[in-house]
């Protein structure tokens, strides 16, 4: 039975702290939708998720009444597009739409699932589908898409890594009135999961039940506040009370998630433990490394204090769940963080000190602007960096990147709400053309060999 | 079903009263209170049964907040699987 003590310190948690369940998304199979053509498809697409889903956001609302804690986003992920449009590529952007509708009738913030899984290599159809993606992304509000360049097992896709590169410009380029807005719903993966709740990178994996519920929690400031009440303490201790602190969040994902699976009437799917952070003040991963004894993220020991709080939030987050998936890690979004926007606007991040921090925590180089005259061959670069650390390391790394269109290092980009802002960040000048344009694959390391 | 009330905030006069005829008018029964005043400060828990309430926990718990802010502290309703979820291994 729970002590006085136990009922203020969560009450503290959600007033003081920021504790809150981040979202609540519902993966959807939209396998049984596939028609002969694409207007019947994208029709049965729309009433299919409409159907599905339409308990989504009164659920979410009732159970944040029960249980007085927040429950930010409401979500939906489908099965790839391009599976479903495979017969038809070229029309994808039909059911693209179709999903924006839906979500528009659903009343929920972001649908993800525009994707492509292209890891080995990419199908005519993908590639037709690939490059409807920054059209569809600028005609829509609430649609997400994902392209998985490589994996551990499979190694990168270079005709792929090339390709979004350019998709990542055009994106931006489209929505040059809004500072770039539809690069910032685009994320290229290595070793995407089938699982993940967060946005923009989710989708509805083939090998998932018919309808699931995935829960992400988050808690950033939660942690933060745990670890101001030891300055002085040693690392150890540190890792222990972070531990502490990931199981009573994720506790509290744990119950959500298995009520709202049982109301929804979908398959309990996963919990995913990640610490993310929003644009509020006190709800920043940054800020926890800062309180671990770095001045300003960015600066060294950031990537080991990183670590660290990857490391501990999973270790109590798995001991307080009973299906753990998606990404569960650490987020560090430049833009959807005040201690990242802090520092990147002194300086004190870079892009090279962030693509280190994903070498120890998911998920990868997000919610970055840069200068909008950066060559697509240099962002496939940047790209290529980061697959390559995730298909090492066996770990999920990710881009999320804007190249804002006529801004230069020194001006800023605004997206409002949760995607937040953004100074741009200087990326290396030098030319990285040559092996983008090599093509090919890298091939897989050797210790994927495992069979 | 219990469900868990707590009121904090500045100590005044009548708040026990004014909460739990709150609670008695919706149908609610309380099974035990525990309060403590420390300086100004005033924090209360209940745990209440509330099998017997015709409204949904949501509805209640906002009626809840409402109140406490026509009485200046600040009231919580929550189901109390929160608390056994968090602070239970």
């Known amino acids: 039975m729970f002590t006085s003590k136990d009922v203020l310190e969560t009450i503290a948690m959600v007033e003081k702290e920021h504790l809150d ?153 489209l929505t040059a009135d809004k500072d770039g807005i539809g690069a910032a719903k685009l994320v290229a993966f290595c070793n995407a999961v089938e699982d993940n709740p967060f946005m923009a990178g989710a989708f509805h994996g083939v090998g998932e039940a018919d309808t699931v519920v995935n829960v992400g929690v988050s808690g950033p400031g939660v942690v933060k506040h745990a670890l101001e009440q030891i300055p002085n303490a040693d ?14 969040i994720t506790r509290a994902g744990q119950l959500v998630a298995k009520e709202a699976s049982k109301r929804l009437n979908a398959t309990f799917g996963i919990v995913d433990l990640s610490l993310a952070p929003t644009p509020a003040m006190g709800d920043s991963v940054a800020q926890i490394l800062e309180e671990m004894g770095i001045e300003t993220v960015g600066g060294h020991g950031t990537t080991c204090a990183l670590a660290l709080l990857n490391d501990a939030v999973k270790k109590g987050g798995v001991m307080a769940s009973s299906r753990v998936g998606g990404l569960s890690g650490a987020f560090i979004p430049v833009s959807e963080d005040i201690g990242m926007i802090k520092a990147a606007e002194k300086g004190a991040i870079t892009l090279d000190k962030l693509e280190a921090m994903t070498c120890v925590c998911s998920v990868g180089l997000d919610m970055i602007a840069i200068p909008g005259d950066t060559p697509a061959t240099t962002i496939s670069a940047i790209l290529a960096d980061e697959s390559a650390i995730g298909m090492i390391n066996n770990k999920t790394t990710a881009v999320r990147i804007i190249p804002a269109p006529n801004k230069k290092v020194g001006d800023e980009v605004s997206f409002g709400g949760l995607l937040g802002r953004a100074p741009i960040m200087p990326v290396h000048s030098c030319d990285s053309s040559k092996l983008i344009n090599r093509g090919g694959n890298v091939p897989a390391p050797i210790h994927s060999f495992k069979n | 079903m219990r469900a868990v009330v707590t009121v904090t905030g500045k100590d005044k006069k009548g708040i026990i009263a004014k909460v739990s005829a709150f609670l008695s008018e919706k149908g609610a029964n309380i099974e ?58």
């Open chain 2, 32 to 89: 035990d209170i525990s309060q403590t005043v420390l300086g100004e400060y005033f924090a209360m828990i209940m745990i209440v049964d509330i099998s017997a309430i015709q409204e949904e926990l949501s509805t209640i718990a906002k009626e809840c907040a409402e109140l406490g802010k026509q009485i200046g502290m600040s009231i919580y309703m929550q189901h109390e699987d929160i608390f056994n979820a968090m602070h239970s291994v």
């Open chain 1, 21 to 173: 369940i981040r979202t609540i998304t519902m993966g959807i199979s939209l396998l049984s939708c596939i028609r002969d053509s694409a207007e019947e498809t994208a029709q049965r697409v729309y009433d299919l998720v409409c159907k599905k889903a339409e308990n989504i956001v009164k659920t979410a609302e009732d159970l944040s009444g029960e249980y007085g804690i927040p429950i930010v986003n409401k979500r939906v992920s489908v099965t790839p597009v391009s599976l479903i449009s495979a017969h038809f590529p070229e029309k994808a952007p039909l059911i693209g739409r179709a999903l924006d509708k839906s979500a528009k009738t659903l009343g929920i913030d972001f649908l993800g699932g525009y994707s492509a899984l292209v890891q080995k290599a990419t199908a005519d159809y993908e590639r037709i589908f690939i490059r409807t993606i920054p059209e569809v992304l600028a005609t829509t509000d609430r649609l997400c898409a994902s392209v998985n360049v490589g994996s551990s097992k499979t190694g990168i896709n270079m005709e792929a890594v090339k390709m979004m590169g350019e998709i990542f410009k055009e994106c931006a380029e």
């Open chain 1, 235 to 248: 690392l150890t201790e540190v890792a222990e009370l972070i531990k502490r602190t990931a199981f009573k």
